[in-house]
């Protein structure tokens, strides 16, 4: 299901006073959608073809800080610009939003008019093209958590984030009484993002007080990707609309479930034939996609900054709440890191259990796609299935339960920078250790009340 507008439908739509505006965004290095508001006319009347930015969104934290020591951008070079270049494949209606289309957009280096290495579609786009060099299109699709709350944002930061509200006040997984009486937001979620042209295929209740998720067609990974971004920025317009709020925190509280993003993934070829089906094998699994799972686990550790960016991202590794612990396989068992899916049918499909929600999902598609390939090319062979209570089975391989850990892992990574480039690798490591020099730094509600009497 395409992106519903054409630059001539636009045109009609802005002729008709149905559209009078256009977003112009890019994502960032945290994912979030960075940009402009163009009046429609002047979009029109040739600002599709390109307009700028200050390159500093991709050398910015959280907070929106100028964070020292990034080389393709700082105080010394004095912050130049880059070429936001609308993908126009991409052109949108909006409906949540009055009157308003959205574009995503490539960055482009201004003198060149090349991509920049290190943005986040560039990434991706540069292993999609690789799968594509050795004859095969990824599909993915992100199952997206979040939690609702009946406080708006702006109370919450008038009330200093201590009275947070569920939208229940038990459990919800599938249960379809709570979520009745979250429709006023969640209806909205389907109808609109089916307006805008993604194609949801449900919501649903999650596994703790007031948590959902939305899940989206398979697509191809670009695609996927970008749906992905649009989805959590409507989510939360719509939520903020009316007078609530949500989280992707992958862990908001430590005593709920965490939010995950997992990732569904499958190769197939170029003339729409599904790589991964052998229907002679036990597991119904072609040796491509062998190869394919054992790339991913073998580099399981290095990619997990793309998976787990943040410092709160690895509070959501806990037992029995449904987040994996170990870098296993195991076949329909949602105690593994990579859970095999749709065993014995065109659908098999690897699905990676291990991000959470607050990913970048380009970076994260970017690198199960790179790890995949790589064992393709190396003829990995996939260890032995994993089965049983992954938690309690001692001598298994283990996710880094940490991010100065995970950071680590990638700067002596070789597997990623022959993948993605120094450059990258290095841009990308230094946000995370600026990530953990901030929470480092920064004294906690924990430890305040801890230790402030009894220190």
């Known amino acids: 299901m395409p992106a519903n507008l054409t630059l ?159 939208a229940s006040a038990y459990n919800e997984d599938y249960h379809i009484f709570q979520t009745t009486k979250e429709e006023d937001v969640m209806r909205d979620v389907r109808n609109h993002l089916w307006g805008a042209g993604i194609p949801v295929e449900n919501t649903k209740g999650e596994a703790d007080a007031g948590q959902g998720e939305v899940n989206y067609r398979y697509s191809d990974a670009l695609d996927t990707a970008d749906n992905h971004s649009i989805i959590k920025q409507a989510v939360k317009e719509i939520a903020w609309a009316k007078g609530k709020s949500v989280t992707f925190m992958a862990k908001y509280d430590h005593r709920k479930a965490g939010s995950a993003a997992h990732v569904h993934q499958s190769l197939w070829t170029l003339d729409g034939k599904p790589a991964f089906v052998d229907e002679a094998d036990p597991k119904g699994m072609s040796q491509l996609m062998k190869h394919f799972v054992a790339g991913q686990l073998a580099a399981a550790e290095e990619m997990t900054v793309f998976l787990a960016p943040y410092v709160n991202s690895y509070k959501r590794f806990t037992v029995g709440m449904f987040a994996p612990t170990k870098v296993v396989w195991s076949s329909d068992n949602r105690t593994a890191g990579f859970r095999i899916c749709g065993e014995h049918t065109k659908g098999v499909r690897v699905e990676c259990r291990i991000p959470g929600s607050d990913v970048n999902p380009y970076l994260t598609c970017a690198a199960l796609l790179a790890a995949g390939l790589d064992g393709i090319e190396q003829k990995l062979e996939l260890p032995p299935e994993t089965t049983g209570d992954m938690y309690s089975a001692g001598g298994l391989p283990e996710i880094p339960n940490n991010l100065r850990d995970a950071a680590a892992a990638l700067k002596a990574s070789a597997r990623y920078r022959k993948a993605f480039g120094d450059e990258v690798v290095d841009h990308y490591h230094h946000a995370a250790e600026w990530e953990i020099a901030e929470t480092d730094r920064v004294v906690t509600d924990f430890e305040l009340q801890r230790l402030l009497e009894r220190a």
């Open 8 to 166: 001539d439908t636009l045109r009609a739509a802005f002729d008709s006073g149905e559209i009078d505006t256009v977003l112009v965004v890019a994502p960032d290095m945290q994912g979030r959608l960075m940009g402009k508001r163009f009046h429609a006319g002047f979009f029109l009347n040739g600002g599709y073809e390109e307009t700028h930015c200050c390159n500093y969104l991709l050398a910015l934290d959280m907070e929106m800080v100028t964070v020292p020591g990034y080389r393709s951008a700082g105080w010394s070079q004095g912050y130049g610009d880059y070429v936001m270049k609308p993908d126009l494949s991409t052109l949108r209606r909006l409906p949540w939003l009055p009157a308003t289309a959205m574009v995503m957009c490539d960055l482009l280096d201004h003198h060149t008019h090349e991509e920049i290495a290190i943005s986040p579609r560039a990434i991706l786009k540069k292993q999609v093209l690789r799968a594509r060099a050795m004859g095969f299109e990824p599909m993915m699709a992100t199952e997206l958590e979040f939690y609702l709350f009946e406080n708006s944002y702006e109370s919450l930061r008038d009330d200093g984030f201590g009275k947070l509200r569920p």
